[in-house]
């Protein structure tokens, strides 16, 4: 133990102070001669213990206080080896950059990779001087900075630094060094140091450094792994298709799986999950370093319904990694008819040729049947979930009945018009479906202008007026609408104006202003209504790029799938767009650790949509909607699962070569750093506690 | 009187002193007189209520005297008052036993114990002279120091008030040797009033039941038809021990070299827990002896402490 003050230790002799007092006062003693000896000696017989115990507790209890005062002035401290970074001793301008990447959570012996680098940033952060300037990043991506500007409040730091927490994100030190770079150039201190607490994986290193090429600060790495290698098994991918073969509702799971081993695995357990009940179970082997696939076939129940689909393998160190999630909703998988309103002897100038090409390829899952008019009976519509009009004269009674029942009870219904159609009797008949009731035919009377490259047809014709993203079925396309907007329209159905409704909305318009695409809330499904042909007839738009993605996007909206597969599994850190539906208000999402994120749509902002990119944990989410008169309804379509980045599986260690660090070389002989701890925070906290024994021993003395 | 006594601090009835104000008095012939007419008022004041129908002789009737027992007749012969005495009452001599070791000398406020031993002897001496008894005195420490058989000679009383005058508490105490000499000393039946603080007449170490030679010698008293009665004396200090500061105890008795340093509050609940316990032990033996226990504290009333024996004495309770 050393002294910053040692002259004050002659204060030492206070502590003699409480023997004299004591000494003093059995000399001050009032003599007695007292006949009743007999019971005096036999009661203090009875108490002597306890008494005399009391009295020495309390004379040592005055004499630490009186050697802790003396003691404490003095500034006592001591010096202690340590393996945290010298540099730290320096008075300076540092970033603390603690890696809170997946990969962080696996386990390294009874705690965590990040506990250990948590637990040596707070010793670092204890080791500082006083005169440091101090933030606070996290290395993984999207992560908000804990502390962004230098703060000299170490507590502050600390406190931040206890409420961390490792997350499930990819790593992203580029973005990490290049903000705490941007910190320290706002400092006026010769020395300005980053000090990453990671474990060295090289993946988050794809984007180099972050570092500027001059006036870089200093980077000193911490590996919290300490350079042990790291034996990972990974599920890389889990894919869900449908699987006819193992009938109605019949599922094909097909997982990736990694191994990231030198000595490779065999007979390793791969587990099929359904709503978290097991349902099958399997064995792999993989080769060193290899990679295996292993596909379950499995029959889901309760069509219609969302399904939390999970392939997990034996676990090992790295937990997050041994399981993976695919969202299945049963009604993804369209069953769609088409009924062929004018049919063609050759292939490609039948309207259903475009139509079905675009479904097939746009949505690889759907089962597209066509059928005449003639053919189609109110139970042809069981077990569909989109009927297609394609220039259809004009249906059956009964036929518009049956579409009345089939799109109030959720089904879709895609309208298109052509020469055959009659007006009249369609807006008789399909007076409630239709989002508009139906005009005149009107053809184009303008040439309009040659782009570069395109088909030249002569014809007169329009274009579409510049859409509007906002629109779910337009969400996905170019800011511009490329490959929609420059498609032509020839000829097209005027339609008769409606009343303004929440219901109904306008997806396109033409240029004049008219109506090209129209949807209608009916009951719990949609109709949507295209006012020209999906052949080349009366447009060139089903030779358009767009035609494929706007047929997607409407066959879906109109089944209630607003996202594709994609979507619906994303990587821990990515953004999920949630869309509302009609006139709903308010977006709750529940994460897997069941809280709860509330997403209100704003009255300023006309769109539709809402961005979440709180997905740091992995699991599912599951997405629920509050309508204004509060009524709470699931939105299982707009459920997603978050997964684990595959790149955190890779235990593969960054390239020294590649290191934005200068790795200390330990000099032969060199005595091992020293810094020094103060002790008279502990000294303080003792002769605060010895006051507490002498109050509490003097007050039960009194009392006695 | 019984610890259930009343409290020296209460307001004193007319001829009720306490003990520092009857030391005041110039003479224990004063103070006796005092106490006996403080503790009589009202009421009757023999000692010795006789069972016995064998009449003896006749008495001049001195207040106090109970009515029923005037003789009408000798009133008619003589035109003044007697009162009949039986066999019983002129054949019981009164032994006034008095502790006068260096202990009884205690006082740190009021009377010591021997002073106040002597207020009640006094009286008692006072009470039984005036009923035409006789009273004997004797004073013991290590050994008998005063001796004065019972007789009912003129002078008797004053001998007793004179001896008990002039006697000062010193030396070590052996009660259960004094009581032995006494229960040589007379072969008839006798009222043997012993006064002590009791204090180192027990083993060091006593359990539940207590042992040594002064119960033994009670009970010989009694079973010898002696009519025995223990005044047990002590000093408030000595049941509650009220001091405040570190004290050094010394002991009082000659040759007793027991020391001990304390801060006193410390040691006082366990005293009088202990005092207590002292104090039933005696109890307890004096019932298992048949001996008539009275304990009594200096600061309160003789008069008091007399009154509420003599009135036992007539219910025929013993405590």
Not at chain 1, 474 to 484: I, S
Request: aromatic share 6%.
């Amino acid at each position: 133990m050393h002294f910053l003050a040692p002259a004050l230790l002659f204060g030492l002799l206070a502590a003699f102070l409480p023997w004299l007092v004591h000494l003093i006062g059995k000399r001050r003693a009032q003599p007695l001669r007292f006949a009743a000896m007999q019971l005096l000696l036999r009661s203090e017989r009875r108490i002597s213990a306890r008494r005399r115990l009391r009295e020495i507790l309390l004379l040592v209890a005055r004499t630490g206080v009186a050697a802790a005062l003396p003691l404490i002035f003095a500034r006592p401290f001591a010096e202690r080896t340590t393996d945290l970074p010298v540099a730290s001793l320096d008075p300076q301008s540092a970033v603390i950059v603690l890696d809170d990447s997946a990969s962080m959570g696996r386990r390294a012996g009874l705690s965590t990779l990040f506990d250990r680098a948590r637990d040596r940033a707070r010793s670092l952060l204890r080791q500082f001087p006083s005169d440091v300037d101090l933030a606070l990043l996290l290395a993984s991506a999207g992560s908000s900075p804990k502390i962004s500007e230098l703060h000299p409040e170490r507590v502050r730091v600390l406190e931040a630094l206890e409420s961390t927490v490792c997350s499930a994100r990819p790593a992203d030190y580029a973005g990490a060094l290049r903000n705490a770079s941007l910190i320290l150039s706002g400092s006026t201190r010769p020395k300005r140091r980053i000090y990453l607490f990671t474990d060295l994986q090289a993946a988050g290193w794809e984007s180099g450094t972050g570092l500027p090429a001059e006036g870089a600060p200093e980077v000193i790495i911490d590996d919290a792994s300490g350079g042990t290698p790291w034996e990972n098994r990974a599920v890389l991918d889990v894919g869900v298709v449908p699987a006819p073969e193992a009938g109605a509702g019949g599922i094909a799971v097909d997982a990736e799986l990694a191994d990231f081993s030198a000595a490779g695995v065999r007979g390793l357990g791969v587990s099929l999950k359904v709503d978290g009940v097991s349902v099958a179970k399997g064995f792999v082997d993989l080769a060193a370093g290899g990679r295996g696939h292993k596909r379950f076939l499995h029959r889901l129940t309760n069509e219609g319904s969302a399904h939390e689909v999970e392939v997990e393998i034996d676990g090992d160190g790295f937990r997050l990694d041994d399981h993976r999630l695919a969202h299945v909703e049963l009604s993804r998988t369209l069953r769609v008819l088409i009924v062929n309103g004018d049919p063609r002897t050759t292939r490609n100038e039948d309207e259903p040729f475009f139509f079905a090409a675009a479904l097939r390829n746009g949505l690889p899952s759907a089962v597209v049947t066509t059928k005449l008019p003639d053919d189609v009976s109110p139970e042809s519509l069981y077990n569909v979930t989109l009927v297609a009009l394609l220039n259809l004269a004009q249906p059956s009674e009964a036929l518009a009945a049956a579409l009345v029942r089939f799109v109030a009870a959720g089904g879709g219904l895609f309208i298109s018009v052509g020469d055959r159609v009659d007006a009249t009797a369609w807006n008789e008949r399909m007076a409630r479906l239709l989002p508009q009731p139906l005009g005149l035919p009107r053809t184009a009377s303008a040439l309009p202008g040659q782009h570069a490259g395109e088909i030249v047809d002569d014809r007169p014709a329009e274009r579409l007026a510049p859409i509007d993203r906002s629109h779910p079925v337009l969400a996905n396309f170019a800011e511009h609408g490329e490959g929609l907007v420059s498609a032509r329209f020839f000829k097209y159905m005027l339609l008769e104006p409606a009343p303004e409704t929440p219901e109904r909305s306008v997806i396109l318009r033409y240029e004049s202003g008219a109506p090209a695409m129209v949807e209608k809330q009916v009951g719990k499904g949609r109709v949507m209504l295209l006012s020209t042909t999906v052949d080349r007839e009366w447009t060139d738009l089903p030779i358009r790029t767009g035609f494929l993605p706007l047929v997607r996007e409407a066959a879906r909206r109109l089944v209630g799938v607003t996202s594709d597969d994609e979507a619906a599994s994303l990587r821990a850190g990515e953004a999920r767009t949630l869309v509302f539906a009609g006139d709903e208000q308010r977006l709750e999402v529940t994460r897997p650790d069941s809280s709860v994120w509330i997403g209100r749509r704003e009255q300023t902002n006309p769109s539709r949509t809402i961005l979440y990119s709180e997905t740091d944990r992995l699991g599912t989410y599951h997405v629920r909607s509050v309508s204004p008169d509060g009524t709470v309804t699931a939105r299982p379509e707009q459920d997603f699962v978050v997964n684990l980045d595959t790149r955190e599986s890779n235990p593969a260690r960054l390239d020294p070569s590649q290191r934005p660090d200068r790795i200390a070389v330990a000099s032969p002989g060199a005595k091992p750093p020293k810094h020094r701890v103060e002790l008279w925070h502990s000294l303080a906290a003792v002769m605060i506690g010895l006051l507490l024994c002498e109050s509490l021993l003097t007050l039960r003395r009194r009392r006695h | 009187m019984s610890e259930g006594g009343k409290a020296a601090g209460e307001p004193a009835r007319p001829g009720l002193l306490d003990p520092t104000e009857l030391a005041r008095l110039a003479s224990l012939d004063l103070r006796a007189r005092t106490i006996v007419e403080g503790a009589f008022s009202g009421m009757h004041r023999n000692l010795h209520p006789g069972t016995s129908v064998e009449f003896t002789e006749h008495r001049e009737y001195a207040p106090g005297d109970e009515i029923r027992r005037i003789d009408w007749k000798a009133v008619g012969r003589a035109d003044r008052y007697y009162v009949k005495r039986f066999e019983d009452e002129t054949e019981m001599h009164t032994f006034l036993v008095l502790d006068a070791s260096a202990s009884m000398g205690y006082r740190r406020r009021g009377v010591s114990k021997f002073d106040y031993a002597g207020y009640l002897a006094g009286a008692l001496a006072y009470l039984v002279g005036q009923q035409g008894d006789a009273a004997g005195l004797l004073l013991f420490a290590e050994n008998v120091r005063s001796f004065l058989p019972p007789s009912t000679r003129p002078g008797q009383i004053r001998e007793v008030f004179r001896l008990l005058e002039a006697a000062q508490p010193a030396g070590r105490t052996d009660a259960a040797l004094a009581l032995g000499h006494l229960g040589e000393l007379t072969d008839k039946r006798s009222l043997i009033i012993f006064m002590s603080d009791l204090l180192d007449c027990e083993p060091d170490e006593p359990g539940g039941e207590l042992r040594g030679p002064l119960p033994g010698r009670l009970r010989q008293l009694r079973a010898r038809g002696h009519d025995v009665a223990l005044f047990h004396l002590l000093d408030p200090d000595e049941v509650e021990l009220p001091f405040d500061d570190l004290i050094f105890f010394e002991g009082m008795e000659p040759g007793d070299t027991r020391t001990l340093l304390a801060q006193a509050p410390d040691l006082a609940e366990a005293f009088k827990r202990e005092s207590a316990a002292f104090r039933d032990r005696w109890r307890e033996a004096c019932l298992e002896a048949s001996v008539e226990y009275r304990f009594a504290r200096t600061d309160e009333r003789p008069a008091e402490v007399l009154r509420a024996f003599l009135a036992d004495r007539q219910r025929g309770v013993r405590l």
